[in-house]
């Protein structure tokens, strides 16, 4: 087994990967760099995800990169989005540097190397393979793409029907007249349905809560008015970028200081696209907006499959499944078919791979994140964990920016690695759960909040899934803080 080495190495050919390789060739042109992918193509979600309807829940103007102008509808279908990353991979030759089908299991650092080495198997050949490299950039995202959450209710072995996932979606699955039953109430849910309705007997949707859903025309007016003046795309993607941006600024705040107000108004949006005299009980979370992420709902589509009698909602809980579908706790039993388990991820902290640093083991609960990028302990690493309130890419350019600053500075000092590091004035500094779950609490991240680094109460040890702060903090990070130890 040959061992191949390059400066930086990063797992992951999703949005963060792309994104990030091409940062590392603008920025540090002079780093030799490789990709390593699990799948055998790159996309990430966009490729694992096969369910009918399989879009963005963000726009594409912010969820884009900012150095590629998006020239479609805000929210996109995954065969647009892939297209959009092919594009970026084949116009600046990233594809060169992919290595597919490269499963990684161990990472290991050496300070007296001053690298870390990389070993896996090929999942389409079953051969042994070895990296080693200077800096190790984490963008394989945050869940388990090979297995979704499906929560163990009783009585699901005694059920005749076919109990589905989305993420692992069967291809041959045919629901044409079928009676089908989908379990939760967010995005995917919110994606799913309406793309299923037509073809279906029926749909329900069986929800514990509800979830804040945004209907509005899948279209940008001042993309499209700028589009007819001529106005160049580059120009078209950072003005609409910028007008996103503040308008998601603004109803944040709004959402954080008038919650009641918000709630009232995402309510009413919803009700103006219901049958007249709906149950709003299905639509009226118990949480205040933005707790959880809001599900845009392009053109209302969810909501006509209900108008037309196609889809309708129960808000409801399990008690256990039946032989022909699943009995509530209020006693109502839903005949189904096909179940769907929109139920959500497992979440994958650092691609679950054996990581260790001078033959020790780390577990990651074990250390502080350093703005969750980096982390205590664990020396010429950063991992990209994008934003929950604003498009995820938003956060893997920043993240991008940084990593190659860090790379640039450290060359300039002639330092061959970087730690982060508790200061004097961290020490007896609380150690608190990755994400406050007062501000924001999905189910995924609660139930595996325990495995997740910590934080502090300092902003330089905080994920605080700010956008709008990060774009001004994180570009003026001083590199020389003590917080950065280097060797």
Request: aromatic fraction near 12%.
């Amino acid at each position: 087994m040959t061992t191949e080495h390059v400066d930086v190495l990063i797992v992951g050919a999703g949005i963060s990967g792309v994104g990030g390789a091409y940062h590392l060739q603008t920025q540090c042109p002079d780093k030799s760099y490789a990709i390593l992918e699990g799948l055998d193509s790159f996309g990430g979600t966009w490729w694992t995800h096969k369910y009918p309807g399989i879009r963005s829940d963000s726009d594409l103007y912010t969820f884009g990169y900012r150095f590629k102008p998006w020239v479609g509808a805000p929210i996109a279908s995954a065969e647009e989005i892939l297209k959009y990353m092919g594009e970026v991979i084949e116009e600046n030759h990233i594809d060169e540097h992919i290595r597919y089908n490269h499963w990684i299991n161990d990472a290991s650092w050496s300070s007296k190397d001053q690298q870390w080495t990389i070993e896996g198997k090929r999942k389409d050949t079953g051969e042994a393979f070895k990296y080693t490299c200077n800096f190790l950039y984490m963008c394989q995202g945050y869940y388990k793409h090979s297995k979704g959450y499906t929560p163990d209710w009783d009585g699901m072995d005694d059920y005749d029907g076919q109990i589905v996932h989305p993420q692992t979606w069967p291809e041959d699955l045919v629901y044409k007249d079928k009676k089908v039953l989908v379990i939760g109430s967010g995005a995917t849910t919110a994606t799913v349905v309406p793309a299923m309705a037509a073809d279906c007997e029926h749909i329900t949707v069986l929800q514990r809560s509800p979830t804040y859903f945004t209907p509005a025309k899948n279209e940008n007016v001042t993309a499209d008015h700028l589009r007819k003046l001529g106005i160049d795309e580059a120009w078209i993607h950072e003005i609409v970028r910028r007008e996103v941006l503040f308008n998601q600024e603004e109803f944040t705040q709004m959402a954080i200081e008038h919650p009641e107000e918000v709630k009232k108004e995402l309510l009413e949006g919803v009700k103006a696209c219901l049958p007249e005299g709906y149950d709003m009980k299905h639509f009226t979370p118990s949480y205040r907006p933005w707790q959880q992420r809001l599900a845009f709902v392009p053109d209302g589509d969810l909501f006509q499959g209900i108008s037309a009698g196609k889809a309708s909602m129960v808000t409801d809980e399990i008690e256990r499944y039946t032989k022909t579908g699943v009995l509530l706790k209020s006693g109502q039993e839903i005949e189904a078919d096909i179940v769907v388990t929109a139920t959500g991820f497992n979440l994958c902290v650092l691609g679950d791979i054996n990581f260790s640093v001078d033959g020790k083991q780390v577990d990651f609960a074990d250390t502080v994140t350093y703005r969750g990028m980096m982390f205590t302990g664990v020396p010429n690493m950063a991992w990209v964990f994008g934003y929950f309130r604003a498009s995820w890419t938003l956060r893997a350019d920043l993240v991008g920016d940084f990593v190659c600053r860090l790379l640039n500075h450290m060359d300039d000092k002639g330092m061959h690695s970087v730690m982060p590091t508790l200061r004097a004035e961290d020490q007896g500094m609380p150690r608190l759960d990755w994400i406050d779950a007062e501000n924001f609490n999905p189910n995924y991240l609660q139930r595996s909040m325990h495995l997740m680094p910590k934080r502090g109460d300092k902003p330089e040890w905080m994920h605080n899934q700010d956008y709008w702060k990060e774009k001004e903090e994180i570009p003026v990070i001083n590199l020389d803080d003590a917080a950065f130890a280097y060797q």
